[in-house]
């Protein structure tokens, strides 16, 4: 197991880190503490860091295509988000319904649809639901009874959707067609003991899975056939999500959290890690802001 990293210098740690996005054009790394209800942002060029206080917990964000704005989830719906001056604008509720819901997870697809699922914020029912949002704004439920939905993630080509019911330690696979329709789940990666449990993930250039384990203390590339390629070892306990940044696509940013384990001095900080290969270019959402 590899062990080479950095920790991104900050006083503060994350009560529940999570979400990292990659800003093209701005060079930003954005992530969000959902439990802390914060919004963070680190600026490449100059390693600045930034900081948002929300008003209730904020699940993830991504970019807009034509518009400064972010489109964030939080835990009543799905918002847009303007920093300077800072404004949030609700946009939709997609689960009325479930009012102990919270949304938690999110990625837009190579054709600009965004992915995101949901999750019992008392860790109590398997209620969690996997929707998607198109350019038009409509919403669609695809998958439900989840008890932590995590990811999502995509195949380089787009005709496939990788995501994740962490709760029961699954990684699934659906065939993804061009009108946003999925086909049949099937099992893709099923966590081992002593894994700890799947969380967030993403896919580089070609074509391998890179997963977070939350309460494995790494994070594992897995290859197109759901085999483990190699992991690197993370000194923290609950690794959330990673993502690819810089020009290049070539840096690795993982999220951790706090919440959950022994408080050390690692737990939920930002790490930089090599992770050997590029990235997939972060597509934004190709919806209208509000």
């Not at 914060?38 to 060029?45: H, K």
């Not at 989840?146 to 994740?164: C, I, K, M, R």
């Not at 309460?215 to 056939?225: I, Q, Y």
Request: contains cysteine; charged residues 25%; negative net charge.
């Amino acid at each position: 197991m590899m062990t080479n990293y950095r920790i991104v210098a900050r006083a503060e740690r994350d009560v529940l880190g999570e979400g990292p996005h990659w800003s093209v054009r701005s060079g930003t790394l954005f992530w969000v503490d959902i439990v802390g209800q914060r919004l963070w942002s680190l600026t490449l060029a100059d390693d600045r860091l930034r900081s948002w206080a929300m008003p209730e917990k904020i699940c993830w964000v991504v970019e807009q295509a034509g518009s400064a704005d972010l489109l964030a989830g939080f835990k009543s719906g799905v918002a847009d988000v303007s920093l300077d001056p800072f404004v949030i604008r609700p946009r939709l509720s997609p689960e009325p319904a479930r009012p102990h819901n919270r949304l938690n997870d999110a990625k837009v697809d190579p054709t600009g649809r965004l992915w995101f699922g949901s999750k019992d914020d008392r860790d109590q029912e398997a209620s969690g639901a996997l929707y998607s949002l198109d350019s038009s704004g409509r919403v669609r439920r695809h998958d439900d009874g989840y008890q932590v939905t995590n990811g999502p993630a995509f195949s380089p080509e787009g005709d496939w959707l990788y995501h994740t019911d962490s709760g029961r330690g699954l990684v699934y696979r659906f065939p993804l067609g061009a009108d946003g329709m999925l086909g049949e789940r099937s099992i893709f990666i099923q966590f081992e003991q002593g894994w700890g449990a799947p969380d967030g993930m993403t896919t580089d250039a070609e074509g391998y899975l890179w997963i977070a384990h939350w309460g494995g203390g790494r994070v594992s590339r897995f290859d197109p056939n759901g085999q483990l390629d190699r992991s690197i070892a993370l000194p923290a306990t609950n690794i959330t999500s990673c993502t690819f940044a810089g020009p290049r696509l070539d840096r690795m940013f993982v999220t951790s959290a706090s919440l959950k384990t022994d408080g050390g001095e690692m737990q939920g900080v930002l790490f930089e890690i090599e992770p050997g290969v590029t990235g997939l270019a972060p597509i934004a959402f190709a919806g209208r802001a509000l």
